[in-house]
């Protein structure tokens, strides 16, 4: 699975489950997030750019050279700030104006 779910940060918004488009992703009884069939999930991260909690992060294993790296996004303010957090704790922040995404 390429997707990670911290369902304590969900605050049950339902934002995710509209952008996926696999449709994989639902709230259970108590509006927290589940992806039943994560074998399923293609990692488009979608449902990363909605979710205003951080709840969800894409898991860049070594297979896609992030070797145990964590990937989230928040939004502020019409900017995208893309964190990519490595195993040994360093960050990485890239900041896209969602105004301007293809800037670069």
């Known amino acids: 699975m ?3 779910i911290e369902p304590e940060r ?5 934002r995710c489950t509209e952008a996926c488009p696999g449709n994989l992703l639902r709230l259970d009884a108590a ?6 069939r994560p074998q399923d999930c293609w990692g488009c991260t979608a449902c ?14 070594a297979d896609l050279g992030g070797r145990g790296s964590t990937l989230t996004v928040r ?3 019409g900017i995208d700030h893309w964190r990519i957090t490595r195993p040994d ?16």
Do not use: W
């Open 48 to 61: 990363l750019k909605e979710c205003p909690a951080g709840a969800l992060h894409y898991f860049l294993g």
């Open 31 to 36: 509006r927290k997030i589940t992806m039943p």
């Open 89 to 104: 704790g360093t960050e990485t922040v890239l900041d896209v104006n969602k105004k301007d995404p293809n800037q670069y």
């Open 2 to 4: 390429s997707i990670r």
């Open 75 to 77: 939004e502020e303010n």
């Open 10 to 14: 969900c605050i049950g918004c339902g």
